[in-house]
Each structure stands twice: as structure tokens, then as C-alpha cells.
């Protein structure tokens, strides 16, 4: 947990820092990011990957016996998704990125002590919560980029306080979480 603690700590003070320090830069990259085709390709085809290495590595129970439809499944979703869905891919495929991500980070602090070890789960709700909205409804992300870019002192609070979050992460995974194996 130490080490998962300490590595989103640190992606979260990176991402931070560079929207406050290269602030236009960033915006401009956000509000062009719904409608960027590339990005949601790459985005998606990781997803696919993903994904395929979960249905074949997990216990799939009473669906077991559907692993290579449901791989299929997922080879031919991808494909659907690049060839027929234009509109904010990037978006979709963000959210199902955080969907994926969020188990694995839950599970490495459940159950576990201290009591810090809740900004995990936090921000990992978080991405699930906004993770459902920009799947089914991905202008909401466009909506959400607007909120935070609307004017600088809102852009330049929600960064400080990712970059105290991660900060805060850093160190209860540092000084709190422990170092015991993943």
C-alpha cells in the first residue's frame, strides 16, 4: 500500500503542478481533450488490453466457461468503439481507464490499518463517481472542464488542492502506511 500510496501521491502533485505552472498550456490541453480522437483510441485499446488480461487472469466462477466470448467480446467492442464512436471517445475511455484503475487501488487498502489509508478509497470514488457521468453522459466532462478553467483563481485552488492531496497521500504512505509487499 506504501508504494500505490507514494506512486498516485506523486502523479497527483506532477499533474497538479504542471496545470498551476504551465496554466494556459494545460488548459488548452483539457478543453481540446473530450473531442481528441488519438488520445481516445490509445485510451481505449489500453482498456482492451486491460481488460482481456483481467478475463484471463481472474477467476471468472460460473462464467468461466464464457472466457473467449468474452474476450472476443472485448476485441470486437474495442473495435466497435474506434471505428463508430466519434464523439468524445476520449472521454468514455477515460472513464472506463478510471473504472479499471480504481479496483486495484481499493483493494490494496481494504481492511488495512491506519485510518489514513481512507485517501485511497476517496479519491478512487471520486473517479468512480465522475467515471459513471462521462460514460454515459461525456459532455458532462466538457461541462466539468469549464467549471475548473472558468477563471484562474478556481483553476489555481483546484490545483493547490490536488497537490495537497498528493501531498498529503505522499506522506501518511510514507510515514504511516508501512512497506509491506503488493
Request: proline share 3%; aromatic share 14%; glycine share 6%.
Amino acid at each position: 500500500m506504501q508504494v500505490v500510496g507514494v506512486i498516485i501521491g506523486a502523479l497527483l502533485i506532477a499533474s497538479h503542478l504542471l496545470a498551476l505552472t504551465k496554466e494556459q498550456k494545460a488548459i488548452e490541453f483539457l478543453k481540446s481533450f473530450p473531442r481528441n480522437k488519438p488520445i481516445g483510441v490509445v485510451l481505449i485499446i489500453i482498456n482492451c488490453l486491460w481488460a482481456l488480461w483481467l478475463v484471463n487472469k481472474v477467476d471468472l466462477g460460473e462464467f468461466q466457461k464464457w472466457e473467449k466470448v468474452i474476450s472476443w467480446g472485448l476485441v470486437i467492442g474495442c473495435a466497435a468503439f474506434i471505428i463508430w464512436v466519434d464523439e468524445f471517445l476520449a472521454v468514455r475511455a477515460t472513464g472506463i481507464f478510471l473504472l479499471l484503475l480504481a479496483c486495484p487501488l481499493l483493494d490494496v487498502a481494504f481492511l488495512k490499518e491506519p485510518l489514513s489509508r481512507l485517501l485511497l478509497p476517496i479519491i478512487c470514488y471520486i473517479w468512480i463517481f465522475f467515471s459513471f457521468f462521462w460514460i454515459g453522459m461525456p459532455y458532462l466532462m466538457r461541462d466539468h472542464i469549464n467549471f475548473a478553467t472558468k477563471n484562474s483563481g478556481r483553476w489555481k485552488f483546484l490545483s493547490i488542492a490536488g497537490i495537497v492531496y498528493g501531498a498529503l497521500m505522499c506522506v501518511c504512505a510514507i510515514f504511516f502506511w508501512g512497506s509491506e509487499a503488493l
